[in-house]
């Protein structure tokens, strides 16, 4: 994050690769791109397939991390899962 920080703050970076667009940041990629966008920037990301893979994931840690807090870091990834699965079920 520091590092990142720094790049936004010097004008003279007109472009930031990264691998993959979570890298960047987990959301509201497309916030700092449109600010970057705004002032002559960019941002290049090398690898941009799978998005909906990346979806599916940015779920799965996001239900992981509200099951770690409600029910303990022992197993949130497992119950983050079925909740996936069972929402996926109801869905199809």
Do not use: N
């Not at 703050?9 to 970057?36: K, N, T």
């Not at 996001?62 to 069972?86: I, N, P, Q, S």
Request: glycine share 6%.
């Amino acid at each position: 994050m520091r590092l990142l920080k720094r790049l936004l703050a010097d004008p003279g970076v007109s472009v930031i690769v990264v691998e993959h667009r979570d890298r960047l940041a987990r959301f509201g990629v497309e916030y700092i791109e449109a600010a970057l966008s705004a002032q002559g920037r960019m941002v290049r990301v090398v690898d941009d397939g799978e998005v909906e893979d990346d979806l599916v994931r940015d779920m799965t840690d996001v239900l992981t991390w509200f099951c770690a807090r409600l029910y303990g870091r022992r197993a949130a990834r497992d119950r983050a899962e079925k909740a996936l699965a069972a929402a996926a079920e109801d869905a199809g």
